[in-house]
């Protein structure tokens, strides 16, 4: 079969092109385009390093108030005050294991880990997911049974002492709103400090509405309602990661404009096995096989890939691996493969 017109490629062939297919056959595996996994590689190592500043500030803060405020809860009896001041201590923990991350994150991939500890952020973030919930449902838990009994709250303490946290919270959370909260380790630490925010709001609110009208359940009342907002931010987070572990296509990512960008190209008769996935948040990965003419040198087969892998970077991915195939051959017509129906290795007989 006679192939296509190639286009003019933005990226000429050269011997020395470190993209060069390593077999003269059109199925050689074609790796992602270097230049550009090192700028992604550059930018994402960048935006690391913010928000590793980002996170040691907001951890001094958080720490050093936390201590102020678990004393402040003991001492005025509030159930308002105590649940925001376990829940700053548990952001303190999160901060901690999330620059913990970022800090393992940046270690080089080696023959065991072929693609570093990038998702061990991942980890982190499905942790203090898991954490959200947790200490939410504690915090409904003891709201229960200060509806019961409510416990005598010194107000004023409570609301001086809440106001303090408010301001706290209002600090650390505009200086994380400054980082990568696209990221989602990031997010997660910024989720807990949000919350935490949330709970200041609602000791305060608890404070004046039993000043107000001797309401003492007020604030176990409040405490339910942060708590059910902490679930669903949580819930959120513990989502994402465990689509993220479980190797699930990328959100921002559109398969169907994947496809039709590969497939636009004059050389690229067909599409299939394909599969995108996230090593952490915001480095994305993908892999298939393209059908190309038989007749394709190997010139053009090494300009196809640079033109493809190109055209990907613009998509968001920043690491590709193409496998082309010859038409010569049966195919599959699966767009995506089912892992699952390759057929076994088979086992030598003795």
């Known amino acids: 079969m006679t192939p296509k017109p190639l286009q003019d490629s933005k990226h000429d062939a050269h011997p020395d092109d470190p993209h060069m297919p390593h077999h003269e056959q059109p199925n050689a595996h074609g790796h992602g385009d270097n230049h550009h996994h090192e700028d992604a590689d550059h930018s994402h190592s960048h935006s690391h390093t913010d928000n590793q500043r980002i996170i040691t500030i907001a951890f001094a803060i958080i720490a050093s108030y936390m201590i102020v405020e678990v004393i402040g809860g003991y001492i005025t009896g509030s159930l308002a005050l105590l649940s925001d001041a376990g829940h700053m201590f548990s952001d303190a923990v999160s901060l901690a294991m999330t620059l913990f991350a970022f800090i393992i994150g940046k270690k080089s991939a080696t023959s065991n880990k072929t693609f570093g500890y990038r998702r061990f952020e991942i980890l982190i973030a499905l942790i203090n997911g898991l954490t959200l919930v947790i200490i939410s449902a504690g915090i409904i838990y003891e709201a229960v049974l200060r509806f019961q009994q409510p416990p005598q709250i010194a107000t004023t303490g409570m609301l001086v002492i809440s106001t303090i ?21 990031m997010k997660s630490a910024y989720l807990h400090v949000l919350s935490d925010l949330l709970g200041s709001v609602a000791a305060i609110i608890a404070a004046i509405v039993i000043m107000l009208f001797g309401w003492v359940w007020a604030d176990a009342a409040v405490s339910i ?37 590969l497939s636009a190209h004059p050389n690229v008769l067909s599409v299939h096995d394909l599969h995108v996935w996230t090593i952490t948040s915001g480095l994305h990965s993908l892999s298939c ?12 087969t090494d300009a196809l890939l640079s033109d493809l892998q190109h055209e990907l970077q613009h998509l968001g991915i920043g690491h590709s691996t193409i496998q082309f195939e010859s038409d010569l051959h049966a195919h599959s017509a699966q767009f995506n493969c089912d892992i699952t129906s390759a057929p076994p290795v088979h086992a030598h007989a003795h």
């Open 289 to 300: 096989h393209i059908i190309v003419p038989s007749s394709l040198t190997l010139q053009q």
């Open 225 to 261: 309602l942060v708590a059910l907002l902490i679930v669903r931010s949580g819930y959120a987070v513990v989502k994402n990661a465990a689509h993220i572990l479980m190797e699930g296509a990328p959100n921002d990512i559109d398969q169907s404009v994947i496809i039709q960008t």
């Open 165 to 185: 946290g408010l301001i706290v919270n209002l600090v650390v959370a505009k200086l994380m709103h400054g980082g990568d909260t696209d990221n989602l380790n």
